[in-house]
């Protein structure tokens, strides 16, 4: 998977008018069916000025979803450092994840992942790189702090992190990202967190509220 050339926050017009325009065709298209030179077009670019910006289809793709994850998961806060209430900030952190999950931009792209990542494993492994991974990266260096602390005891930061966002993947997900009515409430969304947090403040035996 290529590197993206460009600071993720660099918000120049021709790189968001080619962002913009690559999210549509892939959306509309698929990934396999958009070219390149499709992206240069409907972004009114060059092919000169798309490459300048991204050397390819899946560092593009990439910088897709890391701005989502950018602009929705990883919002300042999400990882507050002086955490009072282990609860409520696991609450915090795993309600911001479900809604991100949930929200339209996100089920589009990870359906389209699905259906194409096997013809082009690039894509999926762009997709894990800047998106789960990066997620669990920084959850993973939360709970170790919350550990050291001794808010919660871990052994290993890393699978906690893993074990935590699988908790926020209930049925409920699987249901929005199949469209199966009805959609998520948002009595089942703060259900589901509470139950996920509930569930892992029990096995990580939080010495300050256990």
């Given at each position: ?29 698929g990934y396999g069916k958009t070219s390149m ?174």
């Open positions: 998977m290529s590197t993206p050339s460009h600071p993720p926050h660099e918000a120049s017009p021709k790189r968001q008018a080619i962002v913009a325009a690559a999210a549509r065709l892939f959306m509309a298209d030179d499709a992206i240069a077009r409907e972004a009114a670019v060059s092919k000169a000025t798309l490459y300048a910006h991204f050397a390819s289809k899946d560092q593009l793709f990439a910088t897709i979803v890391g701005d989502a994850c950018g602009r929705i998961a990883l919002q300042d806060g999400t990882f507050d450092t002086g955490v009072t209430d282990m609860r409520a900030a696991l609450a915090s952190i795993g309600e911001r994840l479900l809604r991100f999950l949930l929200a339209a931009e996100t089920q589009a792209i990870q359906r389209m992942v699905i259906a194409e990542s096997q013809r082009f494993p690039e894509l999926g492994a762009a997709f894990l790189a800047v998106g789960p991974q990066t997620f669990l990266s920084h959850l993973a260096e939360w709970l170790a702090a919350q550990s050291a602390a001794g808010r919660i005891r871990i052994a290993d930061p890393a699978v906690a992190a893993d074990q935590f966002g699988a908790l926020l993947r209930p049925l409920l997900f699987l249901r929005a990202l199949l469209s199966v009515p009805p959609a998520p409430s948002e009595a089942e969304i703060l259900a589901n967190v509470d139950a996920a947090v509930s569930l892992f403040l029990a096995a990580c035996a939080a010495r300050s509220e256990a």
